[in-house]
């Protein structure tokens, strides 16, 4: 079926109102109808081309919340009419150890991407910016009703791409977290950690967002573009999420972890990192990195935000004013998601 959606029609350039085709409904497949859909950073650095080439057109959207219209036959875990979410990934092989313990996105084929990937028929995925959308069932997840879907949308990409770190190191009561930059993914990062328990910093070179980051639940603020606050902060936090999408000085990042601190960098910075090993051995501090997280993980995730009343502060706008959003989200003016409303793509 032919579909409406907005489309980038060459790298670099705006998008504007397209169609595109969606394969039909195969016996484990999904039809969705989108109802909102994220705006991700990731989204812009793919179409200005700063994460290498990519089919064109292309269409962006990897924070998808939806009803279900239709389903193949095999498909069990959904029906027409449930309130479903697709994030950043539409299939994995399906056989290797990450997908057999349920960590799709380190797919060592390669998970395949909502937008940008060669699907499982050859041609390039299409994201979210569209009216439908056809899916594997086994990356749709559920989303739960006590969630406001538009709210919801970001969880998709934002939400559990901080929920995977946060989790894996240990944030939780007694833990000291920094979160670096407070945009889509850092105020979800904030959230989360502070249901999780922990004590929650946030650094950020916007001192307007200080009265935002105690309102989403932040103990401290400082900010990150002061060295004085580097100095007073050393040596202070058990883990940092880092969601900057610029490079940022590593090292300085390491001096503020504690003995046995861990950098968790999820901001996708396009330079290479220069790190200092005597900073990192000196306290033996952990560097790592997260991409999204796996089908299973994303679900808890969802169930965690219902639970806990977590979800994104969104901006709703029509589906002309994509180009717009994306400049504010380049000036750090995002408060602190954009979630197109699908309806202004028919
Ligand atoms: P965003 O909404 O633009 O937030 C990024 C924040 O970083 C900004 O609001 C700003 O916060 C801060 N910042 C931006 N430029 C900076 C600079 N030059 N120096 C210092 N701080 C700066 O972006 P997002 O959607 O949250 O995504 C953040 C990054 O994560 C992107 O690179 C994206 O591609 C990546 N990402 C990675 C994954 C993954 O799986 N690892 C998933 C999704 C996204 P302040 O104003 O508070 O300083
Ligand atoms: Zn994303």
């Excluded at 989303?143 to 770190?165: E, N, R």
């Excluded at 902060?233 to 001096?255: C, E, P, Y």
């Excluded at 950098?263 to 952990?286: E, F, T």
Aim: proline share 7%.
């Amino acid at each position: 079926m032919r579909v409406n959606a907005y489309a980038a029609p060459a790298e670099g350039l705006p998008l504007g109102p397209t169609t595109v085709e969606r394969r039909p409904v195969g016996p484990e497949d999904v039809l969705i109808a989108v109802e909102y859909a994220g705006i991700c950073h990731s989204d812009i650095h793919t179409v200005r081309g700063e994460w290498g080439p990519k089919p064109y057109p292309l269409v962006p959207g990897h924070e998808i919340v939806g009803t279900v219209v239709e389903v193949g036959p095999r498909v069990t875990a959904h029906r027409a009419g449930d309130r479903v979410g697709v994030g950043c990934m539409v299939g994995s092989c399906g056989r290797c150890a990450p997908c057999a313990g349920g960590d799709q996105q380190y797919c060592v084929d390669g998970p395949v991407f909502t937008y940008g990937s060669a699907d499982r028929d050859g041609r390039a995925t299409q994201g979210g910016y569209a009216t439908h959308l056809v899916v594997d069932a086994g990356f749709v997840l559920s989303v739960p009703a006590a969630l406001d879907p538009a709210a919801a949308a970001p969880l998709l990409c934002a939400g559990i791409t901080t929920y995977a770190p946060l989790r894996r190191w240990g944030a939780g009561p007694g833990r000291r977290v920094a979160v670096v930059g407070l945009g889509g993914l850092g105020h979800l990062a904030v959230k989360l950690a502070h249901a999780l328990g922990a004590e929650v910093t946030v650094l950020s070179r916007s001192p307007k967002k200080q009265e935002d980051a105690r309102r989403l639940g932040a103990d401290h603020w400082f900010d990150g573009s002061d060295p004085a606050a580097f100095a007073e902060l050393a040596g202070r936090f058990d883990l940092i999420v880092n969601t900057v999408s610029a490079d940022l000085d590593t090292n300085a990042l390491l001096g503020l972890l504690t003995l046995d601190g861990v950098l968790a960098n999820v901001g996708a910075a396009p330079g290479p990192m220069q790190v200092d090993g005597h900073r990192l051995g000196s306290a033996r501090r952990v560097l790592t990195g997260s991409m999204i997280g796996g089908i299973p993980q994303t679900q808890e995730m969802l169930d965690f935000c219902a639970a806990h009343g977590i979800a994104a502060d969104v901006e709703l706008i029509p589906a002309e004013h994509i180009n717009a959003a994306y400049e504010r989200v380049l000036a750090s003016d995002v408060h602190y998601r954009f979630v197109i409303d699908a309806a202004t793509f028919a």
